[in-house]
């Protein structure tokens, strides 16, 4: 058979196909369902038809039944229009048999309520619904609750406990890192789902000697502050061998500011960005001038270096804190899932995922009981999505069909490394709609010009 369209590529290996809007996506899809109908001897409810929302996968249930009545029609020849079902259908006709290929059609638009076109979410349900036994779920699970509001509890809960007793060092740290319980709960949102490693800074112990130094320099520094401040604030704005943009005259009084802040409490918030600048040996000056000296610039220097020392102990202890909470909240999670018996939306994906990577006999179940699947909207297809159509199928029959310019947006659960891994496993079988049939003609010259 040709391939001069995508729809028309072989079913015994994946495919990605690439589709922009008004290209023929859901005129891709229903010939591939039609297809698989004629060739395969599939029955709907055997045709797995993914899509993104609950809305879209009504309006493929109907397209899909109006592509198998125009098939019907195309027995007797081409009916209007030129369309690939003009050679589908022939093909079958002469392979199977008029007859053969018509029940084949009829039986398919009769059990067309049977068919398999869902969500994600809705396909995960039906699997552990079907097999609660192979996925080592219970029988009557429910499903509804928002993660969202029990990812806040949990960070509350984790929060109240972990930092009552902890050392005022940590509590600024995390202050001045913005770790916070809304932050927490929004952490568990993104790397429980399911657990994403954390990127984070090379580990390094707290050594609470360097702690000590640092804070007995800050402490310097806010005394000589407090005794210096008008013969300090006169250098930095009155000294001409200081350069000009780096100590801006609308700036620098600000500075002083923060000083008087830094100089009323001992505290372990960070640094200011500036702080550089009113250190021994770093301050900038312009050629042919000399840095100014002080005391209090020296006791910057010395607070610089000690603080250079404890931020990245510092920045490990936050970043810890957070591999602490997902830890604590994975556990709750799977806890709270026992004894409530309630599953989230996001449990119903990474059971499935789970379960067909890590065994390959429910991964075939799967497969056998679906032996074709088509992917609408790959473009929002994030990593535990694609690795269960993709340990669930392997190099067999499944159709990728998205708009890769849309595999950018994040904000709305897209994964572009996800598509890139898809063209990586799917090889020569990458497919593109290259014509646009829902803009003017015109138009579309006009922008290719």
Known sequence: MSVRHPALASFDAPTLVEASAGTGKTYTITTYFVRAILEKDLEPDQI????????????????ARERIVEAIRRIEGPVGQSDLLDDIVPRAVERLGRVEAERRLRNALASMDQAA??????F??????????????????????DLSSVHGELATDYWAATLYDRPAWMIEALRSKRVTVDLLARLADKALSPRVPLLGPKPIAVDTSALDRALEARTKVGELWLRHREEVAAIL????????????KASVPKWFDELDSLAAKRSWKELPEWFDRISQGHMRINKGFEEPVHPFFQACRELLDSWGAVEPMLDYAVFEFQQDFLDYAEEAMLARRVETGV?????LLTIVHAAVVNDDSVARLVADEYPLALVDEFQDTDSVQYGIFRATYGEGACVYVGDPKQAIYAFRGADVFSYIEATRDVGENRRTLSTNYRSDPSMVDAVNM
């Open 48 to 63: 797995l038809i993914v899509t993104y929302t609950k809305a879209a996968t009504a309006d493929l249930r109907r397209r």
């Open 117 to 122: 076109i869902l969500t994600i979410h809705g």
């Open 124 to 145: 995960c349900q039906r699997l552990l619904q079907d097999h609660p036994l192979e996925f080592g779920i219970d029988f009557d699970f429910d499903v509804g609750e």
């Open 237 to 248: 704005t009155e000294t001409k061998g200081l350069n000009g943009n780096s100590y801006r």
């Open 343 to 347: 599953l989230s939306y996001d449990d």
